[in-house]
């Protein structure tokens, strides 16, 4: 986690998360393949061994530790702690769910148990490219103003800007 401080500054929050939960997706269909290949072909093995590795390293580089960053700096001071706590909570819960419930998962999907994962991967990544922004050098207000833009119709936010450039006025 301690080089993504810095990798985080140089490439950004969303553009980081996103290569890590494509990447994710990936080595998950290629597990996949090796599993289901694996009685035709023994070096199949192989291609899981290497898929498990990049997964890992994948985590490393977005899922694993940029939520925290983007938790952080989504919430301003007073909420922030809650929010890191609730985020916490989450992926703890989430991380003892699938650590209790993989071996019966695997046991009921055999070879395909990592199509459940990359579905989800799937889910996560388009969610995360079309509702989370690039906090990389924005403050509180600014990433709190693309939510709003989000949120209000096109001419809502022509009215807000009409409202700005008279208060600027």
Excluded: H
């Amino acid at each position: 986690v301690f080089p993504q401080v810095f990798l985080v500054e140089k490439a950004g929050r969303r553009s980081l998360f996103l290569a890590g939960l494509m990447g994710m997706l990936i080595s998950a269909v290629a597990m996949t393949v090796g599993l289901v290949l694996l009685s035709q072909f023994a070096w199949m093995s192989y291609v899981s061994m290497v898929a498990i590795f990049l997964f890992v390293i994948f985590f490393e580089v977005g899922p694993g530790p940029i939520p925290w960053f983007i938790v952080a700096e989504l919430f301003s001071q007073g909420p922030r702690p809650a929010a890191i706590a609730v985020a916490g909570f989450c992926n703890w819960a989430c991380n003892f769910i699938v650590g209790m419930c993989f071996q019966y998962i695997a046991d009921l999907c055999g070879p395909y148990v990592f199509a459940i994962f990359a579905g989800l991967l799937l889910i996560f990544f388009l969610f995360a490219y079309f509702k989370v922004p690039e906090t990389k050098g924005k403050s509180f207000e600014e990433i709190a103003a693309v939510f709003r833009r989000k949120k209000l119709s096109a001419k809502a936010m022509t009215e807000l800007q009409d409202l700005r450039r008279s208060e600027e006025a």
